[in-house]
């Protein structure tokens, strides 16, 4: 299994522009989750899914964010308007079960610069 | 609420043991992570530990937990410049879901 695939590895765009990242979870896993990075609050869970239901988005921060599951094979998580506090590495995760002890597998990550 | 607290950096020599500590919040956690990441990198599962369990060790690592104490230790020895990165420590929520709650992490430096 190529492990979890995130794109783009990089993001650069114009404040007030749609930026949309992309995941692709290991096969099989039934959880997926979407985690930010940044330096001043570390990381932060946004949401997180279970067979494609979105089962807690407490964690997104504003009605900019909004994240979808069409199947199991896919997630996107979009931001519109984008700012540039929104700056930050997104990662997204997947799993196997709720008492697994594999914990999660990350993605590399998508850093995205909001200029 | 549940919360996991690491100290933010630490700073050996090559070839010294390496401790990183960790506390948590939740006494229902039953399992609990470490995971490593190297710059421009994801989150890497390095070890775990069941919350029956007071110590596992894996080739250079060793976890401790104390759950009286809800504390948590990984223990790496032989520490090589390789294994400069941040560590993370993480604990399973509570509740029925899988969510993991995840400190802020540790930033190892090993200088030789």
């Known amino acids: 299994d190529a492990g979890v695939i995130q794109s783009p590895r990089h993001e650069v765009t114009e404040m007030g522009q749609e930026v949309t990242l992309r995941c692709k979870p290991i096969?099989?896993?039934?959880?997926l989750f979407w985690y930010r990075q940044t330096m001043m609050r570390g990381l932060e869970l946004l949401i997180y899914f279970n067979n494609n239901v979105p089962i807690d988005d407490s964690g997104m921060p504003e009605d900019r964010f909004s994240a979808k599951m069409p199947n199991a094979s896919f997630s996107t998580l979009k931001i519109q308007p984008s700012e540039p506090r929104d700056s930050a590495v997104y990662f997204c995760?997947?799993?196997?079960?709720?008492?697994?002890?594999?914990?999660?597998?990350f993605g590399s990550g998508t850093r995205l610069t909001v200029v | 609420g549940e919360d996991v607290e690491q100290s933010l950096f630490l700073s050996v020599r090559e070839g010294d043991s390496s401790v990183i500590n960790c506390t948590y919040t939740?006494?229902?956690?039953?399992?609990l992570y470490w995971y490593k990441q190297e710059p421009g990198a994801g989150l890497q599962l390095l070890t775990y530990?069941?919350?029956?369990?007071d110590m596992k060790q894996d080739q250079r690592l060793t976890v401790l937990l104390n759950k009286k104490d809800k504390h948590l230790s990984l223990r790496i020895a032989d520490t090589q410049t390789g294994d400069s990165a941040i560590y993370f420590c993480?604990?399973?929520?509570?509740?029925?879901?899988?969510?993991?709650?995840f400190g802020k992490g540790t930033k190892l430096s090993v200088k030789p």
């Open positions: 995760a997947s799993s196997l079960g709720i008492l697994s002890n594999y914990g999660y597998t």
């Open positions: 096969s099989g896993h039934d959880y």
């Open positions: 939740d006494s229902s956690s039953t399992y």
């Open positions: 993480a604990e399973k929520g509570g509740g029925s879901q899988g969510n993991l709650i």
């Open positions: 530990i069941f919350s029956n369990m």
